[in-house]
């Protein structure tokens, strides 16, 4: 018991940089979806599948069936799917950050079954999925 009152400045110190240290893993980044689900949601239609990225990383590879809107004009340009509402939407980017923030921008616009791909592309291709040029 004297340990820990004389190191109780120590134990504090310790117990906050270790919950400094875990929260950015605990914070929610939006829902994710594996490259299995996404295939599901994908053969079940209904499901639009949004790339993220810049026109230029669109062109170099894709998921099939994708539309492209880059994700700094996402914003200005939800009523081009704005018809997918009800609809499965997962968002695609190279990594899976950009596509993260995508899903909280649908999230806000009333988009209620909008996903990230987890990995990106760049996993989506590890795994030898097709893509189309």
Not at 31 to 38: D, G, I, K, M, Y
Not at 75 to 91: A, Q
Request: hydrophobic share 40%; with cysteine; glycine share 8%.
């Amino acid at each position: 018991m004297n340990f820990i009152t004389d190191n109780l400045l120590l134990i504090s110190i310790a117990v906050v940089s270790g919950i400094a240290l875990m929260l950015p893993s605990l914070q929610r980044r939006g829902a994710r979806v594996s490259q299995l689900q996404a295939t599901q949601y994908m053969n079940q239609g209904k499901t639009l599948v949004l790339d993220v990225r810049n026109p230029d990383e669109f062109a170099s590879g894709h998921l099939p069936g994708a539309k492209n809107i880059p994700i700094d004009e996402l914003t200005n340009r939800l009523g081009e799917i704005e018809k997918s509402k009800s609809h499965v939407v997962i968002t695609v980017c190279q990594s899976g950050v950009r596509s993260g923030t995508a899903v909280s921008i649908l999230n806000k616009a009333g988009f209620e079954q909008a996903f990230s791909l987890d990995g990106g592309v760049a996993e989506w291709k590890a795994q030898s999925l097709p893509t189309v040029k």
